[in-house]
């Protein structure tokens, strides 16, 4: 090992979140965060620190629904929304395009851009009740500036949501 990392590990434990939060970035950097230095990091009693953690540690190294579930901050909560990118976690998303946090619900929607595809996207359009993950769907497929499916287009401009008509 070498001492520079060591003094960055250690400085994980510091009481100023400003020397956590640049010896995080110089930590992932450098790949050399360990299982436990991560845990730690995602418990860290500054929220600041935790939705930094959330934002750039490893995808393979983070469950980001589990924090989304369970972190109190809601800026963590969202940025581990918007890493998402397995279908398990779909209901979860689902669920937090109902908040009335406008900032929560653009998380979930930048988490299901991570997780479908724009075919699936329509398909989810197209096969849900819920007028909130319609929009979410319509919102993501107008973004991704591939050409409209006219089908689609036309249930989406009869739909009984306004929003969903708008986004159209």
């Known amino acids: ?5 060591d003094q960055l590990q250690a400085s994980l434990g510091n009481t100023d979140p400003r020397v956590r939060a640049v010896a995080l970035n110089a930590l992932v950097s450098d790949n050399k965060l ?3 230095l991560i845990v730690g990091l995602l418990k860290d009693k500054e929220p600041g620190i935790r939705e930094q953690a959330v ?6 190294q983070v469950d980001f629904a589990q924090v989304a579930r369970e972190d109190q901050s809601p800026a963590v909560q969202a940025a581990a929304l918007r890493r998402i990118s397995n279908k398990q976690s779909l ?3 689902c669920e937090r395009l ?3 946090d ?3 619900q653009q998380a979930a929607r930048e988490g299901l851009r991570q997780t479908l595809t724009n075919a699936e996207l329509a398909e989810l359009f197209s096969q849900n009740d ?3 993950v319609r929009l979410a769907a319509i919102f993501l497929l107008k ?3 591939t050409p409209a499916d006219d089908s689609l287009l036309k249930q989406a401009l009869q739909d009984q949501n306004p929003d969903v008509r708008f986004v159209a």
């Open 98 to 100: 109902h908040s009335n």
């Open 143 to 145: 973004e991704s500036n």
């Open 55 to 60: 934002a750039i540690l490893p995808a393979n």
């Open 1 to 5: 090992k070498k001492p520079g990392i």
């Open 91 to 93: 209901p979860l998303l």
């Open 34 to 36: 360990t299982p436990a």
């Open 102 to 104: 406008p900032f929560m």
């Open 130 to 132: 819920d007028s909130a």
